[in-house]
């Protein structure tokens, strides 16, 4: 049994989470970690991708983030998210949107440092959206 | 002297419009519930980003890499403002407290010989500024459609303007909105958000505050990223509070309406019997007068 800590996954509409859990799993920008109790302080950004949570109590929950970024210290870590959804309430047609948003940025990019930023930013949202649609 | 039928039609005209009046109040009642609950939701975030964003400008030092739209042009010559009103009226002197704010500093800019644009958000701003700087503005946001205002909104907001500033458009960015204290008090605002003030980043440093943080990837990236989230956020919060604020102005300014039509209806029915008391009167002396006579 690891220890507890405090996570928060905050959203600017509203804190999803605020509670005790083990460990948390973050689609951090430079890949991806698993932040448990008494991790060293780490400010990191996130990509779009899946944020696992395993609470104290035993329970998993998976919720999508696009984009934002985390505060990591000791005693617990907060997760800003530009928007954050629960894995079982994401809205297909707003994930195709966002791609089909990606693609056009993509595209009409000017230079070839905006062009290589959109087309990271959409294989990351495709990545995602295969990670979460069920096989 | 108005008849008894006039007097009757004035009281039900009266009676109806304090009908509506009553049920406009209880709808903004409503509105407002929600409205706080948002902005109450959402202040944890901009909390958090405050003191995150105090957190990294510690670890720069204010050292040569932070991003422009932190550190400003090094001008100021050409000003944008962002005006946020309602959508629509009926809410008492809310919106017109904001343009006027929003008017005096431009009066005071032009007069300093600077540039100004202007940004409008909601109609009513637009339509009131409109009047005496039409030329200034340069873009407005309508946000009538939208049913309940989300990170969205001010995020389309927050790139247009950080677009215009990558653009060179101008040098100083102002937002103005309405800070909502109470149901009966909100206070026209003037906030810069462009350069962001350091002063933003006051909020105490968090638990573990002074321990040395490991940045992924390097402080000046994160802060590249968060600057332009973080205006979103201060636009988003503005939008927030003047959401509520209008419904909590509408609140008080159809709770008044109410009451004077409770009062005038009371006036009106005075006269109106004491009309009516009258002419029972005229009548009975005119029968006595008449068996009199017999």
Not at chain 1, 1 to 10: I, S, T
Not at chain 1, 75 to 96: F, I, N, P, W, Y
Not at chain 2, 279 to 293: D, R, V, Y
Request: a negative charge.
């Amino acid at each position: 049994m690891a220890e507890a800590f405090k996570f928060e996954l905050v959203s600017p509409e509203r804190l999803l989470v605020s509670e005790q859990v083990e460990s948390v799993v973050i689609p951090g920008a430079e890949g991806e970690m698993t932040v448990m109790a008494h991790h060293a302080p780490v400010m990191t950004t996130i990509k779009p991708g899946v944020v696992t949570v395993k609470t104290a109590a035993g329970g998993e929950e998976r919720y999508v983030v696009f984009g934002g970024f985390a505060d990591i210290v000791p005693a617990g870590c907060t997760l800003l998210a530009e928007s954050a959804v629960a894995v079982k309430d994401v809205d297909r047609a707003d994930l195709a949107r966002r791609i089909q948003e990606a693609k056009e940025d993509a595209t009409d990019a000017k230079d070839d440092e905006a062009r290589s930023k959109a087309e990271q930013f959409l294989s990351q949202l495709t990545t995602l959206e295969g990670a979460i649609l069920p096989a | 002297m108005p008849s008894l039928k006039d007097l009757r039609n004035r009281i039900a005209s009266v009676k109806a419009t304090q009908k509506i009046t009553k049920a406009m109040q209880m709808v903004a009642a409503a509105k407002l519930r929600r409205a706080q609950e948002a902005a109450e939701a959402a202040r944890p975030y901009s909390e958090r980003m405050g003191s995150v964003l105090a957190n990294i400008t510690q670890a720069i030092g204010g050292g040569g890499d932070a991003p422009a739209l932190m550190t400003g042009t090094g001008k100021d010559d050409v000003h944008l403002l962002v005006v946020c009103t309602a959508e629509r009226g009926l809410c008492g002197g809310f919106n017109s407290q904001i343009a006027r704010l929003a008017r005096d500093h431009i009066r005071k800019l032009l007069a300093d010989g600077k540039q100004v644009k202007i940004i409008c958000v909601g109609k009513k701003g637009f339509d009131i500024l409109r009047r005496d700087y039409a030329s200034l503005i340069i873009d407005r946001v309508d946000l009538r459609e939208v049913k309940t205002l989300g990170f969205v909104n001010a995020d389309a907001i927050a790139k247009k303007v950080i677009h215009l500033f990558n653009e060179g458009g101008f040098d100083i960015c102002t937002l103005f909105y309405s800070q909502f204290k109470s149901v009966i008090s909100q206070i026209p605002t003037a906030q810069q958000i462009i350069p962001a003030g350091v002063a933003s980043a006051q909020a105490e440093v968090t638990d573990g505050g002074n321990a040395v943080y490991e940045y992924e990837p390097e402080p000046g990236e994160i802060l590249s990223d968060l600057i332009p989230r973080n205006i979103s956020v201060q636009v988003f919060r503005a939008l927030l509070e003047n959401a509520a604020g209008e419904m909590g102005a509408k609140m008080s300014a159809m709770d008044n309406a109410t009451r004077n039509a409770g009062e005038m209806i009371n006036k009106l029915s005075i006269t109106y019997n004491r009309q009516r008391q009258a002419q029972i009167t005229k009548e009975l002396i005119e029968i006595i007068s008449g068996a009199e006579a017999l």
